[in-house]
């Protein structure tokens, strides 16, 4: 298929205006910061000029505007606070919020455990590197893909017909009976889980092995001189040396955790009690129409991950 210059003309102009506005915006940077007198606040400022034109349109306006769908129902109409009272009191958005919870308290939790762990156990070894790609290679995968992947671990076929899914294979072949773990409430959210904790574990190994090993040989060979155990040499000197990494992994996963949409979309689409916040929020504004409650359970996500965040640039600004 060749190239038709006349008809993709209109596209091509587009572009060269783009390029010349982009051109001109650079030039007229480089020319205020050569201009301005020699201050690093002043030369902050010319530097943020074009980004909060864009922050605004694209951030601001949008969150202010969420925030008051929140306060209307479905066919726009003001409701008060009609939205965020049904989120405490219908029993299916209370499942929601309860989910939420034990996804923010859990993949945090097990991640940073196993990543401290796994860490800890091959930081000394002479197969190091090769140990923590092992681990990190889930994270090349996509949240969909991983939730594909366990989707097909937990695969049920009846009794009568052979199992495709990892799992009950494994159940039958020890004489168990299959069963449907993606179904099964309250224990499918901690089958979600697992998908979650086994893309970021190789993450929090990652970051933790680097802090390990960045932990003074001094005050471990002090330890063991006073006659401390490797274990005590772990806890006591290891574990509060990289503290600050292990609350930045865990933060993190949280603000991670928070947003998780993919591997519930993927492997259960929020059916059988497994409904995140995300997840929620997207099926109310988009496939039920409840613009007003989507917004609603937007809001209240932005409000969840807000202290996270703030936390994560306070450390970030003590450390700098």
Request: no cysteine; aromatic share 10%; proline share 5%.
């Amino acid at each position: 298929m060749s190239f038709d210059a006349v008809a993709q003309q209109p596209k091509l102009l587009f572009l060269l205006q783009g390029v010349a506005a982009f051109a001109a915006v650079v030039s007229l940077i480089l020319l205020a910061l050569h201009r301005a007198p020699p201050r690093r606040r002043a030369a902050a400022l010319i530097l943020l000029a074009p980004a909060l034109p864009l922050l605004t349109v694209g951030l601001v306006l949008p969150g202010l505007r969420t925030l008051a769908l929140s306060f209307t129902d479905d066919g726009g109409t003001w409701a008060g606070f009609d939205n965020y009272v049904w989120m405490v009191t219908d029993p299916r958005a209370l499942i929601v919020l309860r989910n939420t919870l034990t996804w923010v308290v859990l993949v945090p939790s097990l991640t940073t455990a196993i990543g401290l762990l796994y860490a800890a156990a091959v930081v000394r070894s002479r197969f190091r590197t090769l140990a923590l790609s092992l681990l990190l290679m889930p994270m090349a995968i996509s949240f969909v893909g991983a939730g594909v992947v366990w989707k097909f671990v937990y695969a049920y076929r009846p009794a009568a017909v052979e199992q495709i899914g990892l799992l009950n294979r494994l159940v039958v072949a020890f004489g168990g009976e299959p069963r449907q773990w993606l179904v099964d409430s309250p224990w499918n959210v901690m089958f979600l889980i697992v998908a979650m904790v086994w893309t970021q574990a190789g993450f929090a190994a990652v970051l933790l092995a680097g802090a390990i090993r960045a932990v003074p040989g001094e005050l471990s060979e002090a330890a063991r001189l006073d006659g401390a155990s490797p274990r005590q040499v772990f806890w006591r000197i290891t574990v509060p040396s990289i503290r600050p990494t292990l609350l930045v992994v865990a933060l993190a996963q949280a603000i991670g955790t928070l947003k998780a949409f993919d591997i519930v979309k993927t492997m259960t689409g929020g059916q059988f009690g497994t409904d995140v916040i995300a997840h929620a929020m997207y099926d109310q504004a988009f496939r039920y129409g409840e613009t007003g409650r989507g917004a609603a359970l937007a809001v209240v996500l932005f409000l969840l991950v807000t202290p996270f965040v703030a936390h994560q640039v306070r450390a970030r600004r003590r450390t700098g």
